[in-house]
């Protein structure tokens, strides 16, 4: 029963029907037989690799195992996963034949007797099979609520048939009342052991009930059922069912058996079947089930046929991966096999290989050095593949090949390829991610002094060595301190300066680095201009906004494309995104082609995420789109990408999210983003456990991704985890001090809670430490003015955001309309005069905000509120100067007319009307006819209506309205 002969034979029944499975459920895929073979067999290798350096070690260790890798101890990463060794307890029944397990599972129903028929009379019976067809046929014409009341009435008037209670049953659960439904299934067993659909349904409502004991029982009874009397699909869902309740029972060979069983699916599925969603679920999940399968036999101790399972799994989509993938490698090593395992893992760097984590793969192939696997074999069968690599394929691979080295070669020697790949790729993450790792380990001076040395080579990627520092260790105080532990002449460097600043800013301590920042902004080399594009924005962040736009305009002229985007985030800094738009469309348009391919991806990047800021989504697609063809391992292409495909998105596109998706799994396929797309699916399906988990192992590794820390925020909020959510985020406030990404998320768990005095006082305290930040306090004013009904205190924030923000066309129409919502007319006439005369003012553009001020000076003039000259004036300039709807003149003409305005200026608000329709100034000069005779008129000789409206007709007696006049 034991020997390993009977598995493998299993397993080879398996192998026999399964090469095109994935086919059937989604296109054309290697089949999982070849890929077992092909680890199996050493001449075999996948396509484009060299393998033939590991050759002679493949067939010696399959001879002779390697005694020091079959004692090695487990795996990076699968302590907490490892299928755990059977107890003396369980091995009597984990051992057990399949029929004898059928047998003993069966006992727990075959005891019962099926329930004995009562008499009924004639009538009952013939009324009770009338209600029953009626009920049935209503059911498949979809009127559930009539079938489900014929079908009640049916069995009301004989309830022994099972087949009333089945189809009551179908009728709940098709209504989705599944309580119900599994109450009229089980009194349908009770009468029918025999029925197939019956059966079917009991042993699923168990089994979602997670009552393995009663799902493996029913099921058993099933399979006894003739083939012939069940659906084609069946035959291979009820035994994988059956497979799975009895590995869950602990019946392991015959768990194995019977799972494997149904999981010897036909190449392409051709029979008909109404059990699509079963048989496509099982087509789906056989990755998963081998590896269930896999584990079974691990606990057995058949390791070799756990290693087949394990190979045959990995030829399929499953969950998890890499979990799967440190299976397989801990099986090889129990046979001996290193370098089988050490050439498993090289193979994730092959973009076949989807899912798998990249970040895992150094750590599990230095495992298999470290414990006899062939090292010099393995280094050089890297070097032979990464130099076979042709440009495009270098450009995607070419980081992993580097991180792999980097793995396996001594530690001497480790950081080599990593530097050497960075000169050639310098904003690979996840290279200089292993880079700053390996030297941290070693003493954090080291990562520090490698820091500086990569933002020597080349400023322009400082904030990208910055970040990585921060995954490394996101306490920026550590990494201040390894700084000041460094010798004098290293501190003084003017590039560990800048660093120093940049440790300051995450802290959040602006006011001591304003001044640093300052005195490196002197020089007029790069690492200058960068130290006064972040001067301006501490500057603007503290609130000292004139002093903020002094810097840049005291900021020398680009003479390339890397000083023009030090120069874009300088107004950047400011808050000013229209003109860092604009600057960023003028570098890619001057300097692009001149530029770097790193450089131009990082121009591209910056300028597509302006682009969607202000609402230009389809010249940010088409940057990242250029920036995908340059780098197309680039992981915040594709994020930038998907953000605008996904539901919801500027540019929704299923089919262009999709392709998306497809082409960063080939690219990036330990991609953060796709593990945050899982988590986001995860959690919209309410898996709420599993999305929890991935995020936060996210946000572990990447401390600094916004979307990552919002939707985990997110998902604590909807299951009702405030106090989680605010103690995470209390231990995250440490650390990211200057995160404003923590305040407004802080405030969003106390807004969800209705505690929005809470909320206010957090972003009340922040925006007193820092004035700038334009999302807080945009965020602040919301709540005042929506949640609390603080319009004082919320026009109080705006005002003050204003006064610091740039003066923008965007940001002088807000602050005009906060101060006409004041009564503050005579400042909001000044600012109107200079939003006319703003340069990027038009016609078209000031009309929106024409209407909005319109309506409110209307309402202010009425009210007594403003001075009538005031409010005719500011009427003037908008009516004259904006495309404003008909009633802004139309309210003009009457705070004209009513505050007894001279006929020439009413004569001219008429003007100015019939520009823009003619019909428009003839209403306009009954409007002010009309209301002088209400007597509305307030002083002068206009008190004498029919007096003005003289006067006022012969004013208008201008070409333009002779008709008019005449009427």
């Known amino acids: 029963m034991k020997k390993v002969q009977r598995y493998s034979g299993v397993v080879c029944v398996l192998l026999a029907g399964s090469v095109g499975l994935w086919a059937c459920a989604s296109g054309e895929r290697e089949g999982g037989r070849e890929r077992a073979e092909s680890i199996a067999q050493s001449e075999a290798g996948a396509a484009g690799n060299d393998w033939s350096v590991l050759e002679r070690y ?19 990463g699968l302590d907490d996963e490892v299928p755990l060794a059977i107890r003396d307890s369980e091995r009597e029944r984990a051992l057990m034949s399949l029929e004898a397990a059928l047998t003993e599972v069966q006992d727990a129903i075959e005891d019962v007797e099926p329930l004995p028929p009562v008499e009924r009379d004639e009538e009952s019976r013939r009324l009770a099979l009338q209600q029953f067809v009626a009920g049935r046929t209503a059911r498949m014409t979809g009127d559930l609520d009539k079938s489900l009341e014929l079908l009640e009435a049916s069995a009301r008037l004989n309830p022994d048939p099972s087949e009333v209670w089945r189809e009551i049953g179908e009728t709940q659960l098709a209504l989705g009342n599944r309580p119900a439904a599994a109450v009229a299934f089980e009194r349908a067993f009770e009468r029918d052991r025999e029925d197939p659909r019956t059966l079917e349904q009991v042993a699923l409502l168990a089994t979602e009930d997670r009552d393995a004991a009663r799902a493996a029982a029913v099921l058993a009874r099933l399979r006894m059922l003739p083939r012939e009397s069940m659906d084609p699909a069946m035959r291979y869902v009820i035994p994988a069912r059956l497979g799975e309740s009895l590995l869950s029972l602990g019946y392991l060979h015959a768990g194995v058996e019977m799972l494997t ?25 056989r990755g998963d089930l081998l590896r269930r399968c896999g584990d079974a036999m691990m606990r057995l101790g058949e390791i070799e046929a756990a290693a087949e399972l394990y190979a045959e799994a990995e030829g399929y989509p499953t969950l998890d991966p890499d979990g799967l993938r440190r299976r397989h490698i801990h099986a090889l090593m129990r046979l001996g096999r290193p370098a089988a395992a050490a050439r498993l893992t090289m193979e994730s760097t092959d973009p076949s290989r989807m899912g798998v984590s990249f970040d895992e793969v150094g750590r599990l192939l230095a495992f298999v050095c470290r414990h006899g696997g062939p090292t010099e074999a393995v280094v050089e069968t890297l070097l032979r593949q990464r130099d076979a690599l042709s440009a495009p394929e270098r450009r995607v691979r070419g980081g992993a090949y580097a991180r792999l080295l980097g793995a396996v070669l001594p530690k001497e020697r480790s950081l080599e390829p990593l530097r050497a790949w960075l000169a050639e790729s310098p904003r690979d993450e996840a290279t200089l991610g292993v880079l700053i790792a390996q030297a941290y380990e070693r003493d954090p001076k080291e990562a520090m002094r490698e820091a500086i040395k990569l933002i020597e080579r080349r400023v322009q990627d400082g904030d990208v060595v910055i970040r990585v520092l921060l995954r490394q260790q996101p306490d920026a105080g550590l990494w201040s301190e390894a700084l000041a532990a460094l010798p004098e002449a290293e501190r003084a460097n003017r590039t560990a300066r800048w660093v120093a600043a940049m440790l300051e800013i995450v802290s959040g301590r602006l006011i001591p680095v304003e001044s640093a920042l300052a005195e490196l902004a002197e020089s007029d080399d790069l690492l200058g201009r960068s130290a006064r594009a972040w001067h301006v924005s501490v500057l603007t962040r503290l609130g000292f906004g004139e002093r903020a736009s002094e810097q840049l305009r005291a900021m020398p002229e680009a003479t390339d494309g890397i000083e023009a985007m030090e120069t874009v985030r300088a107004w950047l800094g400011r808050g000013d995104a229209a003109r860092a738009m604009h600057l960023a469309e003028e570098a890619v348009e001057r300097w692009g082609d001149a530029l770097d391919a790193p450089d131009l991806v990082a121009m591209l990047l910056t300028g597509a995420k302006l682009a969607i800021s202000e609402d230009r989504a389809t010249q940010g697609e088409s940057w990242l789109l250029r920036a995908m063809e340059i780098d197309p391992s680039n992981e915040e292409v594709y994020r930038g990408l998907i953000s605008l495909y996904i539901p919801g998105g500027r540019l929704a596109d299923e089919q262009k999210l999709v392709e998306a998706v497809r082409r960063m799994r080939n690219a990036a396929p330990s991609s953060r983003t796709l593990a945050w797309l899982r988590a986001r699916d995860a959690l919209a399906r309410g898996q709420r456990a599993l999305a929890e988990q991935d995020l936060l192992s996210l946000a572990q590794r990447y401390p600094d991704d916004e979307p990552t820390v919002s939707l985990l925020v997110q998902l604590w909020i909807s299951a009702g985890a405030h106090d989680r959510a605010m103690s995470w985020l209390d231990e995250r406030a440490e650390v990211w001090r200057g995160d404003a990404t923590v305040a407004i998320l802080r405030a969003s768990v106390e807004l969800s809670r209705n505690r929005n005095e809470d909320a206010a006082r957090l972003l009340r305290a922040w925006v007193e430490k820092y004035p700038g930040d334009d999302r807080v306090s945009r965020l602040l004013e919301n709540i005042y003015r929506s949640r609390l009904s603080r319009p004082n205190d919320a026009d109080e924030i705006a005002l003050q955001r204003l006064t610091i923000a ?6 002088l129409e807000e602050r005009a309309l906060i101060l006409m919502r004041r009564d503050r007319s005579e400042e909001v006439l000044s600012l109107v005069r200079r939003i006319i005369e703003h340069p990027d003012a038009t016609r078209e553009g000031l009309g929106a905000w024409g209407n909005e001020m319109g309506v409110m000076v209307t309402s202010r003039a009425n009210s007594n509120a403003i001075n009538p000259m005031h409010a005719n004036r500011i009427f003037s300039l908008i009516c004259e100067h904006a495309d ?11 705070i004209l007319a009513a505050s007894g305005a001279e006929p020439p200026e009413i004569a001219e608000a008429i003007l100015i009307a019939s520009r823009r329709d003619n019909r428009l100034g003839e209403d306009l000069l009954v409007t002010s006819v009309q209301t002088m005779l209400s007597g509305r008129v307030l002083t002068g000789p206009q008190r004498d209506a029919q007096q003005a409206r003289q006067q006022l007709l012969q004013q208008a007696r201008q070409p333009r309205h002779i008709l008019i006049a005449e009427r």
């Open 58 to 76: 493949l067939v010696r260790e399959r001879r002779t195992p390697v005694r020091s890798a079959m004692q090695a101890p487990l795996p990076p």
């Open 261 to 285: 069983e149904g999981l010897d699916l036909p190449e392409r599925f051709e029979e008909a079947t109404s059990r699509v969603a079963e048989l496509s679920a099982l087509y789906r999940r």
């Open 806 to 811: 740039p003066e923008t066309l965007r940001s």
């Open 884 to 894: 404003v709807v008909p009633a802004v003149h139309q309210n003009r003409m009457i």
